[in-house]
Structures are given as structure tokens and as C-alpha cells.
């Protein structure tokens, strides 16, 4: 992972069942001024369909410190208490431990013979979701590794029974990775 040039986005959106551990349905847009304008300007020539749910009207609103519907309050409470433990942590510790933890895992990839790695080159491989061929039964690891207290999640489309899709992200400790993989090796 390497440093962003903030300066090179003009809008970021990602929801917060990810990185930040939370229960889905909460998406967060972040909109920098080159957005803004461009949008003012789609709108200005027609090109934009300017509808109760737009970005300029979300700005307007806004500004007003208001909501265009009732948010989900509880997942947002939730969501700034996940940011101050990232921020109390540190970017540099939390770049650390995903490095470690996807190090860990690729190891038992490695290590198991009925695993592989799914994206061959390394450098090309997401240290916070670990995709691995699997050639043994899917749904009996998935199954197993539940009863362990573990969710991990199956291939997309036609991968669906023959990868398993492991999350690395913040909110998992190194001991809880490393636990897992414990497991995953008596499966």
C-alpha cells in the first residue's frame, strides 16, 4: 500500500462493511471540489438529471445540516467509533499488521496442498481479500470453519464452488488471523 495524492481524487465512494468491519447499508461519499463543480456544470447545460437524490442536492442540504432522508444513526455512531480506534492505531501500524496477517495467510496457502493461490503474481494480490482455489468441497470448509466462529465467503459467479474469499481487514486482529489459519489447517 502505498501513499495517496489526495489531490488526484475528485470523489471516493466505499461502503462501510469492509475495511471498517460494520454491517452493511451505509455508503460514505467523499466529493472534492472538482466534483462539485463538475456536476454544477452538468447541471447548468442539462446534462445533468437533478432529481431529490443528487449530489448537489445532498451538498445543499448539507450545508444546511440536514439530511435528504433519516441516516442511519446507529451505523454512523458505530462508524466514528471504528475511525478514532483506526486513527488511535495509526495508518502506519494498520498498513503493518494487513501486510503481516496477508503474509500469514499466504504462508498456509502455501503450506495446505488443497489450496492455492487464486492471483498467481504476488504483487498483483489484495492483502485485505485473500482469494484462494480451493480443491476440496466449499461448502463443507465454509460449514466447518462456522462452527468454529469463523464466516468466510465463496467465489463469485462461476468461481462460486471452487474459491473461498478470506477477509483481511482492519477490524481482525492478528491473533483472530492467525487462529484461523490454525484452524483452517485441521479442516
Known sequence: VTDLNFSLIDTAY???QKCF???AGLGVWIVGPKCLEKAGELERRGG???TYRNLLTMVAHGQEYQTIETPNILNIYLLGKVVEDMLMKGLDMIR???KYKAAVMG???QE???LSHFVEDPK???ETVVVA???RNISEIIHTLDTHGFVIGAGYGQYKPEHIRISNFPTHSKELVERFTDVLSLV
Open 112 to 114: 495446505l496442498g488443497w
Open 48 to 50: 445533468l438529471n437533478v
Open 21 to 23: 468491519g460494520l454491517p
Open 133 to 135: 482455489k480451493c480443491s
Open 96 to 98: 503493518r499488521e494487513s
Open 14 to 16: 466505499f461502503s462501510v
Open 124 to 126: 498483483l494480490r489484495s
Open 107 to 109: 504462508q498456509m496457502i
